[in-house]
Structure formats: C-alpha cells, structure tokens
C-alpha cells in the first residue's frame, strides 16, 4: 500500500508540475498531440488511483468514485490555474480529453490490475 501511495503522490505532483510549467507541445497538422497527451496522463493518474484503493482495501464505492471523480476534479482544477496563468492557457476541449483518460484509466484499472507483489 505504501508503494501505491508513493507512486499515485508522485505521479499527481508531477502532473500538477507539469500543468503549471510554461510547457507548450508542438502542433502537428492533422493529429491533436496534446489532446493525446491529456488522455494518456489522466489515464495513468486513475489507473494507479484504481491501484492504491485495492491496495488500501477501500470499499467498492469509494474505489469507484476516487478513481473517475478525483482525476476528473484534478484536471478541471489545473485548466482553471493554467487559465490564471499568463504563459499558459485552459481549453474546454482539454478538460474533455483529461475526462476521457480518467474514465479509460479507472475502467482499466478496474479490469486490468496491477500485478500483486511478493514480498519474499
């Protein structure tokens, strides 16, 4: 458990570091890279927030609503800072793409757990 709670902390500061650093990804013509990316990080985030509530034990309840609510309210949070920002800008179609990865990150997460640990 403590593991899970080290990486699923880990991972959140690191998206937090990463939404508010004057970062910008390229545009490519035809393929929306940073919708993409929105996806593939909030997917990670709900993936291993699925992962730290098995390890923890939490009821079935809670697992649901931390693994799709909590990523869904992170990624809101930080498009309405990056909107405060100056060298950064929040876009509605970023909030969608962040709701997306949450929902395929838990729904995997709930199919698809982690490989249990031996503690030998």
């Given at each position: 458990?403590?593991?899970?709670?080290?990486?699923?902390?880990?991972?959140?500061?690191?998206l937090?570091?990463?939404?508010?650093?004057?970062?910008?990804?390229?545009?490519?013509?035809?393929?929306?890279?940073?919708?993409?990316?929105h996806?593939?990080?909030?997917?990670?985030?709900?993936?291993?927030?699925?992962?730290?509530?098995?390890?923890?034990?939490?009821?079935?309840?809670?697992?649901?609503?931390?693994?799709?609510?909590?990523?869904?309210?992170?990624?809101?949070?930080l498009?309405?800072?990056?909107?405060?920002?100056?060298?950064?800008?929040?876009?509605?179609?970023?909030?969608?793409?962040?709701?997306?990865?949450?929902?395929?990150?838990?729904?995997?997460?709930?199919?698809?757990?982690?490989?249990?640990?031996?503690?030998?």
């Open positions: 458990m403590v593991i899970w709670r080290a990486v699923t902390a880990g991972y959140a500061g690191l937090t570091l990463v939404s508010v650093l004057p970062i910008s990804v390229p545009e490519t013509p035809g393929i929306p890279l940073d919708k993409a990316v996806v593939c990080e909030y997917l990670v985030f709900a993936w291993c927030l699925v992962q730290l509530s098995r390890a923890s034990r939490w009821a079935e309840e809670t697992t649901l609503i931390v693994a799709f609510g909590l990523p869904i309210i992170w990624g809101n949070i498009e309405g800072v990056q909107m405060l920002l100056p060298y950064r800008s929040g876009d509605w179609l970023d909030v969608g793409a962040n709701m997306a990865g949450s929902l395929l990150g838990g729904w995997l997460g709930l199919w698809f757990p982690a490989p249990p640990r031996s503690d030998t």
